[in-house]
């Protein structure tokens, strides 16, 4: 399911030229509540250091990635997501640190590649060059990707390293 094509109320307002962009935070809380419910069907269940891979395809060629769990704890779950092996060399998924909320089951991306706790807005330009809806951008290409794995993907079961 995409959510865009589902949700139209979901699309980030960016003002015109000279004008703040605001959070549609109805938007990307329905983004969150739907990545929570990916994740629950594909992300790995048990204590930190559990992993569980899916492996891909698309236009024949093959991709795998890792979700692992980092940290656990009794409202919430923290996971990472990357790519082990990429579909293309030029087409990298950037490593996504995501976080669930088990209390109001929603699932936040609160980080890429490195870079921690993105926040909901960002004035356009930037040191880090983020866009000005970053955050959504992030919990849409998480929406994306699952959604993509859910179609063609498959999950082996859960292995502990």
Known sequence: MNVQAHCPATYPT??????RYHVNLAGLQAVCDANYLRLMKVAPT???GTSS???IEFQGHEA???LKIVEQTR?????TLSLTTPLHSWLSLPELTVRLYHDVKMAEVIGASGHRYLNA???YPNAHMHQPDEKYQ???LLAEWLDHCMVTGYTPDSVNI
């Open 14 to 19: 960016i003002s015109a030229k000279g004008h």
């Open 46 to 48: 048990g204590a930190a």
């Open 121 to 123: 807005r960002y004035e």
């Open 64 to 66: 795998s990635a890792t």
């Open 138 to 140: 992030l919990n849409t």
């Open 53 to 55: 891979r899916i492996h």
């Open 75 to 79: 409202y919430t779950t923290l996971l």
